[in-house]
């Protein structure tokens, strides 16, 4: 791995994929995805259980907005999520701001309070 830094690339940024490491050491391992099928806007199918469950019914144990290293407009939001139905615990990534669909938006704002906002540093 080339630890060098190059110029004109930006650094530091936090990348999806570490996010996502964490989330699996902690157990959060499945996916869920916005219900596109459905007729209300704020549901998730968990991919587990494959039920859909309102967002509201969630429990959200953290979440994480990321911005691009180059594009600070390449906005994603994560939460680590556990299903109503089944308890599968995973996580939802999906973009915020203007590149969310309606969908997306209804799906975040119908979100409980996370308990955290980052992930806590794996132990």
């Known amino acids: 791995m080339n630890s060098e830094t190059t110029p004109d690339i930006p650094t530091g940024a936090t990348q999806l994929s570490d996010v996502l490491d964490v989330a699996e050491e902690m157990g959060f391992t499945t996916e869920f995805d916005v219900a596109a099928g459905h ?5 998730l199918c968990c991919r ?3 039920v859909e469950s309102s967002a509201s019914s969630f429990e959200r144990a953290w979440s994480q907005r990321l ?10 939001h994560v939460s680590a999520l556990t ?5 599968a615990q995973g996580v939802f990534v999906s973009p915020y701001g203007p590149a969310a669909s309606d969908r997306e938006a209804s799906v975040m704002r119908a979100f409980p309070k996370a308990e955290r ?3 806590p540093s794996p132990n």
Do not use: I
Request: aromatic letters at 0%.
């Open 83 to 87: 299903c109503p139905n089944c308890g």
């Open 48 to 50: 587990s259980c494959d």
């Open 67 to 76: 911005e691009g290293a180059s594009d600070p407009a390449d906005m994603l």
């Open 39 to 43: 007729s209300a806007h704020d549901v």
């Open 117 to 119: 906002d980052d992930p």
